[in-house]
């Protein structure tokens, strides 16, 4: 049978449309197909013994094994680009002595073209890089991950340490081809006395064909200025890709709870991996937009999670079509007319002594009770949530929170509105203001602040304090350790606000959570 051309071509777009549906490659215009993976890592039964090179590859080997077998599985799925989390490959708890066989070389310089993969002579100690890249260049997709680096200095650098050589925690970035593009050293170190702290922040950007721009830091960088703030705010950076192995620590400081906090704030994406180990209490990763996330939290699993998903490009005209979006159209004075009298406007913050002062021997008696209890490690003030329905205000030093509420049904569960405003000195030193509506563990005063994981309370609340700081991360963690999004969020007359019609589930916190930098 005779086709003509026209016919021919015609097949031929059939047959490639089918390709890329099977394939998973369709895809919307202006977004992109990411994947992270929760790699439970195979770790060295004892990190503190010196061990030779040949066998510190044969463990890594182990590790590489998996990711190779997950970005053949992401990439069958459409991925553009996976993420995997940080000490994924080595794994930790290492001296310094005893990591250095783990540690590839690498030269830390943007003029540096090189594809490990299709150049592998070109550096001595590089066998991790030339892996991870012949993953990116077979399957053609862009690849992050993390693992220690070392680079020799002279010891005329007035850095160099006394064994001439640093040792860094690394992320490295390859293209499509196996280029390795982007080299980020991280610079907020968590008690990791193997690497060390580069001179000067790295701020590292790579580009991409499908999302533009994407960032990258590690870990406990995030919560920093340097240079995750600086990153974003400099460089206009809306796409973040982000290794980690956190530990969660509730009510504030769970891993899905605070990466979504942070791609809220800032209106970015975050691609966000992390390591598995549940009897250390690390889990949590997710891909996150400003207004949705696609999350993995398991306490109880014990093998590692690809998650993969389509999600928007962030550009200005996304940043725009935000601000029209449902969840922040409704007006925030309508929604607090909804169930209470006490408008935004009215609010007047007042010391707990000046409170005391102006309040009638009446109001006095009908005050909940002030308390303090520990939470994250801070001493926090706080006053009972009691009631179905109520207006409250907590202060401490110069911040004052406010909560109007109302519950669905009355549960037999406390909460507390909590306030904290000082430096936090336990496990990192950084100033925090802190207004917080949290699940108590039990029914005693003394049990708000513990790590509570279920809860059964639904809760209409408008939160709000008088930061004094720009930098505001609004928390809003459900039972199960599920995430929920405010209808409303934002600044009015001085005060930091965010507001929510009915949880999705029960509710464990709702939180303002400010980081006043300058105050580190």
């Known amino acids: 049978?005779?086709?003509?051309?026209?016919?021919?071509?015609?097949?031929?777009?059939?047959?490639?449309?089918?390709?890329?549906?099977?394939s998973g490659r369709v895809k919307k215009e202006g977004h992109y197909v990411a994947a992270v993976y929760e790699h439970k890592s195979i770790l060295s039964p004892n990190p503190t013994a010196l061990v030779d090179r040949q066998s510190a590859l044969e463990?890594?080997?182990?590790?590489?094994d998996i990711y190779e077998e997950q970005v053949v599985a992401a990439a069958r799925q459409g991925a553009q680009i996976i993420?995997?989390?940080?000490?994924?490959?080595h794994g930790f708890n290492f001296?310094?002595?005893?990591?250095?066989?783990?540690?590839?070389?690498?030269?830390?310089?943007?003029?540096?073209?090189?594809?490990?993969c299709r150049e592998p002579y070109l550096f001595n100690d590089t066998e991790v890089l030339q892996r991870?890249?012949?993953?990116?260049?077979?399957?053609?997709?862009?690849?992050?991950?993390?693992?220690?680096?070392?680079?020799?200095?002279?010891?005329?650098?007035?850095?160099?340490?006394?064994?001439?050589?640093?040792?860094?925690?690394?992320?490295?970035?390859?293209?499509?081809?196996?280029?390795?593009?982007?080299?980020y050293r991280k610079r907020?170190?968590?008690?990791?006395?193997?690497?060390?702290?580069?001179?000067?922040?790295?701020?590292?950007?790579?580009?991409?064909?499908?999302?533009?721009?994407?960032?990258?830091?590690?870990?406990?960088?995030?919560?920093?200025?340097?240079?995750?703030?600086?990153?974003?705010?400099?460089?206009?950076?809306?796409?973040?890709?982000?290794?980690?192995?956190?530990?969660?620590q509730l009510p504030l400081l769970s891993a899905v709870e605070f990466q979504q906090a942070f791609a809220t704030a800032f209106k970015v994406n975050i691609l966000a991996a992390n390591i598995h180990h549940p009897t250390l209490g690390m889990t949590g990763s997710g891909i996150y937009t400003p207004v949705k996330s696609f999350i993995y939290h398991n306490m109880e699993s014990y093998g590692g999670k690809l998650i993969v998903a389509e999600i928007p490009v962030i550009t200005v005209d996304y940043e725009n079509n935000l601000e029209s979006n449902k969840r922040f159209r409704e007006n925030l004075h309508h929604s607090y007319k909804t169930f209470t009298s006490t408008s935004l406007d009215d609010q007047v913050c007042f010391k707990e002594e000046e409170t005391a002062g102006r309040a009638s021997e009446k109001e006095k008696e009908q005050l909940p009770p002030l308390f303090y209890a520990e939470m994250m490690y801070d001493n926090f003030t706080l006053v009972p949530v009691w009631g179905w329905k109520g207006e409250l205000q907590v202060c401490a030093n110069t911040l004052c929170c406010y909560l109007n509420y109302r519950r669905a049904v009355l549960t037999d569960e406390l909460y507390a509105l909590g306030v904290f405003d000082g430096l936090h000195t336990v496990h990192g030193t950084y100033y925090v203001q802190a207004c917080a509506l949290v699940k108590c563990g039990g029914?005693?005063?003394?049990?708000?602040?513990?790590?509570?994981?279920?809860?059964?309370a639904l809760i209409d609340f408008q939160l709000w304090g008088n930061m004094s700081t720009p930098y505001i991360f609004p928390l809003l963690l459900t039972s199960g350790i599920?995430?929920?999004?405010?209808?409303e969020m934002g600044w009015k007359n001085n005060h930091y606000y965010i507001s929510k019609n009915r949880t999705s589930s029960g509710l464990l916190t709702a939180a303002l959570y400010g980081r006043w930098y300058e105050k580190d």
């Open 83 to 89: 993420v995997f989390p940080e000490d994924g490959i």
């Open 59 to 64: 463990l890594m080997g182990r590790n590489l």
């Open 1 to 22: 049978m005779a086709y003509t051309m026209v016919d021919l071509c015609w097949k031929l777009s059939i047959c490639f449309l089918c390709y890329q549906v099977v």
């Open 132 to 183: 991870l890249s012949c993953m990116a260049l077979k399957n053609k997709i862009f690849l992050v991950a993390n693992l220690g680096t070392k680079q020799p200095c002279e010891y005329t650098d007035p850095h160099c340490p006394a064994d001439g050589r640093y040792q860094f925690n690394t992320n490295v970035a390859f293209n499509d081809d196996g280029m390795l593009v982007a080299t």
């Open 95 to 116: 001296t310094r002595s005893s990591i250095y066989p783990y540690l590839d070389f690498v030269l830390h310089s943007r003029s540096m073209k090189w594809n490990p």
């Open 482 to 487: 599920t995430l929920d999004f405010a209808d």
């Open 443 to 456: 029914l005693s005063f003394s049990t708000c602040g513990q790590e509570v994981t279920d809860a059964t």
């Open 188 to 248: 907020n170190l968590y008690f990791e006395y193997a690497f060390d702290t580069p001179p000067e922040p790295d701020y590292e950007i790579f580009d991409t064909p499908f999302a533009g721009k994407f960032g990258m830091f590690t870990c406990f960088d995030i919560l920093f200025f340097e240079p995750a703030v600086n990153l974003i705010r400099q460089y206009n950076v809306k796409q973040v890709a982000y290794p980690t192995a956190w530990m969660n």
